[in-house]
């Protein structure tokens, strides 16, 4: 009796979402944006916070000058992330970004602790921006904000919690909500004008860069550091030497920097969420995805290149680094040219992220993992109006009460753990046989996808075992099947497996392993042959012949090296942001356990399914019998 509930429970952690709209659903979302709205959104979402405040902490406290290797290696990541996205959102052009694609490829609970985790980074991240848009503009006009809120509400209150409540993050926040119930269409009209504008000042900063820079800056050295501080009438304020030069930090700082920089390209994926309101998804999702991270990467290097090499990096201010480097190269009138680009840059940063997170709630609320009233959309506009109340609410209650600089770890690992899941998906969904499936398709066909559907690892009989083993180098055929499928799910899970003992080696260990540690440089030359190994057997398995307006190139070996540095890159977070992060993951667990394992809309159709299944079986009973 145990035996079977622990199975049936089981049963339901797997269960795969059909790849079929929901017909509900889209006859409620109207299709108003085309391809230029969507780069407009991505863009807007990713060139925001990281620019304008992220760029400035990880150049005085963690890489120096090698920022631009920071953001060249966070570019790679994320775009390895963004080809598998792309290929995601061609097959499965619905709202849910993420999340939709691992409820397809890997069941309900990936897909929730997926949908969790992207919720925490909009969430924070929203909170986060709005804060930054607050301290901008105070700076603006003289700090009299800040001033004022401090000699009146206070909070003496321990670590992650703001010095002072800011009303104002909390009412922007509340406006931009407002603006959002207007409909996507006159959203991102709006956020189109703020990403124009920021993207000339960008362009502005990029050339004044590299025109009053200095390449001195690039190299200096402890005499510099001396000059500056004895120079300075507020030394204390300077940051870190470091071993000068180039790379003051050296490679663990980059490395560290790298893993930080992920988060200024976390707005890119406002861009899946848009399935049903996209004009022609499967084409122009992917295709924004690309053209964002592209824009996004020429813009973090060019504006951190020009940054380093206008201030030293030790005297960069990380509150407003761009408006103190003109000050300090004696450009005064741009600083406010300069500070109209970081309000229009953060006011589209945030539409970007707000406008993601009512539809991310929207889609897990309409599948039944969360609470299903979050789903229900407005009449007219159709636009989700509780998703983006609640969202709304929540995220002005953190700008007001919490200081969010210093969770962009956090936000970071939800973002790496959610690319990675991502990457794992399109591994295993382009290896399994071809699905076509619907509400309305017969009996069936769900009588054959049930199968599949199943959990790959149920154990099998023994001449099933002997003939898997056999088609792991000489597979049966060219199109992929249900044992096929199976294969390539285990061996990718095993893949994972390696690559985070690998990471794990290389993170905690790297100078003995490169300097010829007999027992570390043969452990991680043994995971090296076996992920080698591994991957030709997936390799050697027939993929799906769907043609699709875009597939990741050079199939299997993509994936596994977007995984392999994520996880490589996660491992650089500290033990402070991994706690933080298992408290949101046990908020998250006790809701889905409480609640969305039991109302999520397939466990509906489960219940509906044996009936009908059960009546076909009994009217071919004899034909099977027969045969």
Avoid at 6 to 32: I, M, N, W, Y
Wanted: neutral net charge; contains cysteine.
């Amino acid at each position: 009796m145990l035996r079977q509930y622990v199975h049936q429970f089981g049963q339901k952690l797997v269960r795969r979402r059909r790849l079929g709209p929901r017909e509900a659903s889209d006859r409620c979302t109207a299709r108003r944006l085309n391809t230029l709205d969507l780069i407009a959104l991505g863009v807007g979402g990713t060139l925001g916070n990281g620019m304008y405040i992220l760029v400035g902490e990880v150049s005085a406290y963690e890489a120096g000058p090698a920022i631009v290797i920071c953001y060249l290696l966070a570019c790679l990541s994320t775009l390895l992330s963004g080809l598998c996205y792309a290929e995601l959102a061609a097959r499965v052009p619905c709202s849910g970004s993420a999340y939709l694609y691992s409820y397809v490829t890997m069941g309900q609970l990936c897909a929730f602790i997926t949908g969790w985790n992207l919720i925490l980074s909009y969430v924070m991240g929203t909170a986060c921006v709005s804060r930054a848009w607050s301290t901008a503009f105070d700076s603006l006009i003289g700090n009299h904000i800040s001033q004022a809120f401090q000699g009146t509400l206070s909070l003496n209150v321990p670590y992650f919690q703001a010095t002072y409540a800011d009303f104002f993050a909390l009412g922007l926040v509340l406006l931009l909500t407002g603006l959002l119930f207007l409909g996507a269409r006159e959203s991102t009209l709006v956020n189109k004008v703020f990403t124009g504008v920021n993207l000339l000042v960008l362009s502005f900063t990029i050339l004044s860069g590299f025109i009053k820079g200095d390449l001195h800056n690039w190299k200096l050295t402890e005499e510099d550091y001396r000059l500056a501080t004895s120079g300075s009438s507020d030394a204390y304020s300077l940051g870190p030497l470091g071993s000068g030069g180039f790379l003051p930090f050296g490679f663990e700082g980059i490395l560290q920097g790298a893993a930080t920089c992920v988060y200024a390209f976390v707005g890119f994926d406002v861009i899946a969420t848009t399935g049903k309101e996209a004009q022609d998804p499967r084409r122009s999702i992917p295709l924004g995805i690309v053209i964002t991270i592209f824009i996004g990467f020429l813009a973090y290097f060019g504006v951190s290149a020009a940054l380093t090499l206008m201030v030293p990096y030790y005297q960069i201010q990380p509150q407003s680094p761009l408006l103190q480097a003109f000050l300090h190269v004696g450009w005064n009138p741009a600083r406010y040219v300069v500070a109209v680009g970081t309000l229009c840059a953060l006011t589209s940063s945030l539409l970007g992220t707000m406008f993601t997170m009512p539809r991310l709630i929207y889609a897990m609320a309409e599948d039944g993992l969360l609470f299903r009233g979050l789903a229900q959309l407005h009449g007219r506009r159709g636009t989700p109006i509780w998703a983006i109340l609640v969202s709304g609410m929540l995220a002005a209650v953190l700008a007001l009460l919490l200081e969010l600089i210093d969770l962009v770890y956090l936000v970071s690992i939800g973002t790496l753990l959610v690319y990675s899941l991502v990457a794992f998906s399109v591994l295993v969904l382009r290896y399994q046989p071809e699905q076509n499936l619907s509400k309305n398709e017969k009996i069936d066909d769900e009588i054959d996808i049930s199968q599949w559907e199943a959990s790959p690892w149920e154990p099998a009989s023994e001449a099933g075992t002997s003939r898997t083993l056999k088609t792991l180098w000489f597979p049966t055929g060219t199109t992929p099947t249900l044992k096929s499928g199976h294969i390539v799910y285990g061996c990718a899970s095993l893949l994972v497996l390696l690559l985070i003992i690998l990471s794990l080696v290389l993170a905690q260990w790297p100078s003995q392993v490169f300097s010829g540690d007999p027992v570390l440089t043969t452990v991680a030359v043994l995971l090296l042959l076996l992920i080698t190994g591994v991957t030709v057997i997936i390799w050697r398995q027939p993929q799906d012949p769907t043609a699709l307006h875009f597939k990741v190139p050079a199939l299997p070996v993509l994936p596994l090296v977007s995984i392999f540095v994520n996880i490589y890159l996660l491992m650089q977070m500290n033990t402070g942001t991994w706690v933080l992060f298992g408290v949101w993951m046990a908020v998250g667990f006790a809701i889905y356990l409480g609640y969305g394992i039991r109302h999520s809309l397939e466990e509906n159709n489960d219940q509906q399914l044996p009936a009908s299944t059960s009546q076909m079986l009994d009217q071919n009973m004899p034909n099977n019998e027969s045969g």
